[in-house]
């Protein structure tokens, strides 16, 4: 392995060790309380985002940001947007999520919508920042297909093409046909149904609308894997020929190498949405990247356990990066309470 592929020091609890159980868990607590303001920024193309911007925000203008991005279908009601937008409040950054296309609380306006690796909207938002915030340190993060896409954005830019002092991708499937096999085997296709169900749900609004007259419902309802729906669906919709097409170009592992912007990688070995052997598949990466893959985590999990309550190590990983990158000490005592803070 590179130098730059290291384990993690996340260490699962004895009971919360398999694979599903640390994927399943973080869904099975209730979620955090937080404040938003909704903003509706409009894209070039007549489309919208919501941007979700945590209450109360800070009062200085120079307060670093933090944007994330979330995964397939999630939104800011997702548990692990909750904690690491909560995470950073704390931490004094101005906090916000950018839904992607039709994700938000309205449906956004045109037939497509967004996809792995579709990077135009979150360059965009972040040009916005840019603009808007000039002295505030800005850091992105994505969680899953957040995490990809901003992978993938940064290799396109390069150093000096974003306002980002870093990125960090959570779980990111950086090998889309991987993910998509992967996810077709044993229990895991308990999360494509799932995940493909709503999916599915928004196209047939869409249908209902004329957005999309070329499908019929029995057409969509046969559709029963990520490969067969990127196909009839995903592909179509953005400009790609085949389900092949979109995960070959879609996919940001194979621009690893190409990293100029710190980025921070966390993966878990034994996540059920990749196989176990991806970053093995992939090219090295870059020296701007560092990636650290745990032994035990799921997808999006990372469940541990403090004095019998359980809280997610992905809030302490990132609010100490959060530390590094904007230069804000924090205390070993803060990082245990945001630890535990969404338990």
Not at 67 to 95: I, K, M, V
Request: hydrophobic fraction near 45%; charged fraction near 20%; proline fraction near 7%.
């Amino acid at each position: 392995m590179p130098r730059n592929i290291v384990p993690a020091d996340f260490v699962a609890a004895p009971g919360l060790r398999n694979r599903h159980v640390q994927t399943l868990l973080p869904r099975c607590r209730p979620l955090m309380r937080l404040e938003r303001d909704t903003e509706i920024v409009d894209l070039p193309d007549g489309d919208f985002v919501e941007l979700a911007w945590v209450q109360p925000a800070p009062a200085r203008p120079d307060a670093p940001i933090f944007l994330l991005f979330h995964g397939l279908e999630g939104s800011f009601d997702s548990p692990y947007a909750r904690d690491l937008l909560a995470t950073a409040s704390r931490l004094g950054h101005r906090a916000v999520m950018m839904h992607f296309r039709g994700c938000g609380q309205a449906p956004n306006r045109l037939a497509r919508a967004y996809h792995s690796g579709d990077t135009a909207d979150a360059y965009w938002v972040i040009g916005q920042l840019a603009k808007r915030y000039p002295q505030a340190v800005k850091i992105a993060a994505g969680v899953s297909l957040g995490g990809n896409m901003l992978v993938k954005l940064v290799a396109e830019q390069g150093g000096d093409g974003l306002d980002l002092a870093g990125a960090i991708a959570i779980s990111a499937p950086l090998d889309l046909a991987a993910s998509a096999d992967a996810l077709n085997r044993g229990f895991s296709r308990i999360y494509q149904r799932h995940l493909l169900d709503a999916l599915k749900r928004k196209v047939t609004l869409k249908m209902a609308t004329g957005l999309l007259p070329s499908m019929t419902a029995a057409q969509l309802r046969q559709l029963d894997t990520f490969w067969a729906y990127d196909n009839e669906v995903t592909a179509p919709l953005h400009g790609f020929s085949s389900a092949s097409d979109y995960y070959r170009r879609a996919s940001a592992g194979r621009l690893l190498g190409d990293v100029e912007l710190p980025l921070l990688v966390l993966h878990a070995a034994d996540d059920p949405f990749m196989p176990p052997d991806l970053f093995e598949r992939l090219p090295s990466p870059s020296d701007a990247v560092r990636v650290e893959i745990a032994r035990h985590g799921g997808h999006v999990g990372f469940v541990e356990t403090h004095r019998w309550r359980m809280g997610t190590w992905l809030t302490r990983r990132v609010a100490r990066q959060l530390s590094v990158w904007a230069g804000v000490p924090q205390s070993t005592a803060d990082a245990e309470s945001i630890s535990r803070s969404g338990s």
